[in-house]
């Protein structure tokens, strides 16, 4: 019944997964655990991150002892991240108890410690995630999550007011993943490092590709202004006018 169940979900017959694996959640075994595993992930895997959540909340605790136990704690923790109802914080519960657990052979372990630096970013608990951040570079400094990971390195140096440390994580994030989606945010945070720390030329020589590329979004609101700011603190007039008037 349970690999019938998962064949099912593999097929995507999502509902006829779940009658497979009716009998088999009271179990308090191995099955058991996967049964409630898989029944929750017919949930997840449409999108229905609410109802996962609240599946494995009656659940996750029962099975401490299971082999299944980080993939029950794993699931539960996304499901609360994916929701509706986000629940960072709760997340990070789960998160942690996988780390404490040191199944370091658990598959997913580098996604377990990206993700609880996201939740604690979130919670605006940035020295935590900062934390996390570190202990997921010590270890998986190769994997592909890497650059999510410098970059919010980065970002919560920059949160925690230490400018000169933030300056340099982005250049190691821009060093090693020069395609990634937030290389242009990247860049802008370097520029307005250097513009809070009076170093005009600085910023100007590092926000010269942002002002090619025309970057648009809530974080570049302040691109033209910091450019033409630092034009004028250099008493150039004529390349000040446009960046502010715009």
Known sequence: RLYAGRCLI????FDKARHHFRNLLADKGDI?????????????????????????????????RSAHASDLDFDFANALMSGKRTDWKQATKYFDRIE???HDKFAQMPSVLS???????????YRRSL???????????DDALAGDVRFMQAENLFMLGKP??????????????????????GVFRRAQILHDQGRWQASLDAAGPLVEQK?????YEQLAF??????FRLDQWRESIEPLEN
Not at 131 to 141: G, H
């Open 10 to 13: 593999e097929t995507e017959q």
């Open 131 to 141: 934390d996390a951040n570190r202990r997921f570079l010590s270890r998986f400094a």
């Open 115 to 125: 993700q609880a630096a996201v939740c604690y970013h979130q919670e605006q608990d």
């Open 32 to 64: 058991g655990a996967q049964a409630n595993l898989w029944h929750a992930r017919s949930d997840s895997r449409r999108g229905r991150y609410d109802e996962a959540a609240a599946h494995l909340a009656k659940v996750v605790d029962q099975y401490q």
């Open 226 to 231: 910091m450019v033409g700011d630092s034009h």
């Open 164 to 185: 000169d440390e933030a300056n340099i994580a982005y250049g190691e994030f821009l060093a090693h993943h020069e395609d990634h989606r937030n290389t242009s945010a």
């Open 100 to 102: 404490r657990r040191g």
């Open 215 to 219: 970057p648009t979004g809530l974080l």
